[in-house]
C-alpha cells in the first residue's frame, strides 16, 4: 500500500510552512493533524519562536531530519478544543508546548518529572510519534498535543515574548535550580549574549544573582548593562579582564554553541564553582584535568527541563515580569530570518507572527 500524503495522514486540515530537502529553504506546505484524542489539546497557534536548532534541522546538520521538515518548538496560542479526560485545560485558555510531546511515561526519569531525559522521548517536530506518523512542529496554524506536554501560559504574559521561554528560558531556567546557583548573592556568569544568553541573565538576576556576561564582543556591553541590568561584563579575549576576574565566580552558564576555549572559563571559577554547557558546539571541547582538581570544581551539562519545571518556569516568568527580547516576523520574512540568525543578526529572538500571516491557501 502506498504511503499516505501528508494532508491525508490525519482528519485535521493543516497548514505551515516546511523544508522539503538540506536546502533548508521552507516554503507553503499543506497537511494533517490528529483528531483531539480524550487526552489532546487542540490550539490554534499564534506565535511560534524560531530557534537555532530550528536552523540545523532545516539542513540536516545533526544527521536526524526527516522531510518533509515543519519546524518550531516554541509554540504559543489558544485552545481550541480539549479532549473528555483532559483535567488542566479549557478552551480560551493560552497555552505552549516546547520540545517535546511524549514520552514513556514510566522509566526512572519519566516519573521523576524528567521527560526531558527519557530514551524514548518524542521530539516536537522530526520525530515519530507513538502511530508511527512524523511531528510536524510549530511554523504552522494548528497543534494538537497530549494535555502532559502543554504548558499554561498565564494571563499576564504576552504571547508573542513568552514564546521562546518554551525553549531558551526553560534551558537555562533548569540549570540554575538544578546546580544551586539560584541563591540571592550568588555571582554567576553567563558566556554568550544571545537567544540563551540573555534569559540566562534575566532569570538569574530574577533570583537574587550577581550576573556577569562573558562574551567575544566589546560591543555588547553597553546592552549586558543598560538593557539587561547585568552587573558587569567581560570581554573573553580580553587576558587582564579574565585575570582579574579569576577566582570570583560560584558559577557560569555557557551558552554558546560554537567551538571555544573552557580553560579561561574554569579559571573564573571559585572553589567547588560549577560551569554548565548549554550550548552544544559540534566539535570536542578540550578539557585539562589541573584546573578542575585544583578547587575541586565541577563541569556539567543541562538539556531543557521537565514540564512539571517548564510550567514553574513560565509561572516563574509571570511573577517576576520575564519575557524574551523579540523581532516580530511575517512567516514570508522566514528564509531571510534563517540568514539573520546564522549571522547572529538578531535581538535576541525572531517570533513568527503565525496568527496573523500564515494563510491556509498554496
Known amino acids: 500500500m502506498a504511503d499516505k500524503l501528508p494532508e491525508e495522514e490525519h482528519p485535521k486540515v493543516a497548514f505551515g510552512w516546511a523544508a522539503r530537502d538540506q536546502s533548508g529553504v521552507l516554503s507553503p506546505f499543506k497537511f494533517s493533524r490528529r483528531a483531539t484524542g480524550e487526552k489532546d489539546v487542540s490550539f490554534k497557534v499564534l506565535y511560534c519562536g524560531m530557534c537555532h536548532s530550528d536552523l540545523h534541522m532545516i539542513k540536516n546538520e545533526w544527521g536526524n531530519s526527516t522531510y518533509p521538515l515543519v519546524p518550531g518548538h516554541e509554540i504559543v496560542g489558544v485552545v481550541t478544543e480539549v479532549g473528555s479526560k483532559v483535567e488542566k485545560f479549557k478552551v480560551g485558555h493560552k497555552v505552549g508546548v516546547g520540545c517535546m510531546v511524549g514520552s514513556c511515561y514510566s522509566c526512572d526519569n519519566c516519573t521523576n518529572d524528567l521527560e526531558n531525559y527519557c530514551s524514548q522521548m518524542i521530539l516536537t517536530y522530526s520525530a515519530k510519534y507513538y502511530d508511527g506518523t512524523i ?6 496554524d494548528i497543534m494538537v498535543a497530549d494535555e502532559h506536554f502543554v504548558v499554561r501560559i498565564p494571563d499576564s504574559l504576552p504571547l508573542d515574548a513568552t514564546a521562546p521561554l518554551l525553549c531558551a528560558g526553560i534551558t537555562v ?34 533570583m537574587g544573582a550577581k550576573v556577569t556576561v562573558i562574551s567575544t564582543s566589546p560591543n555588547k556591553k553597553q546592552e549586558a548593562i543598560k538593557r539587561l541590568s547585568a552587573d558587569s561584563f567581560l570581554v573573553s579575549r580580553d587576558q587582564d579582564q579574565i585575570q582579574a576576574a579569576t577566582g570570583t565566580m560560584d558559577g557560569i552558564i555557557d551558552t554558546v554553541s560554537a567551538s571555544h576555549p573552557l580553560l579561561p572559563l574554569t579559571g573564573l571559577l571559585k572553589s567547588h564553582g560549577k ?5 552544544a558546539p ?81
Not at 511531528?135 to 504552522?140: A, W
Not at 550568588?186 to 532569570?203: I, N, R, Y
Not at 560551569?275 to 550550548?279: E, K, N, R, T
Open 135 to 140: 511531528t510536524y512542529g510549530g511554523y504552522s
Open 275 to 279: 560551569l554548565i554547557l548549554v550550548g
Open 173 to 206: 531556567y533548569s540549570p540554575l535550580k538544578y546546580y544551586g546557583l539560584d541563591k540571592p548573592g550568588f555571582h554567576v556568569g553567563v558566556v554568550g549574549l544571545g537567544g540563551l544568553g540573555h534569559m540566562a541573565v534575566k532569570f538569574a538576576k530574577a
Open 282 to 362: 559540534e566539535k570536542p571541547f578540550e578539557l585539562p584535568a589541573f584546573p578542575l582538581l585544583m578547587g575541586r570544581k565541577v563541569v556539567g551539562g543541562s538539556c531543557i527541563g521537565g514540564m512539571k519545571e517548564t510550567q514553574e518556569m513560565v509561572d516563574f516568568a509571570a511573577k517576576h515580569g520575564i519575557t524574551s527580547d523579540i523581532e516580530v516576523i511575517p512567516v514570508e520574512y522566514v528564509n531571510t530570518a534563517m540568514e539573520r540568525m546564522l549571522k547572529a543578526d538578531v535581538r535576541y529572538r525572531f517570533v513568527i507572527d503565525i496568527g496573523n500571516t500564515i494563510k491556509s491557501s498554496i
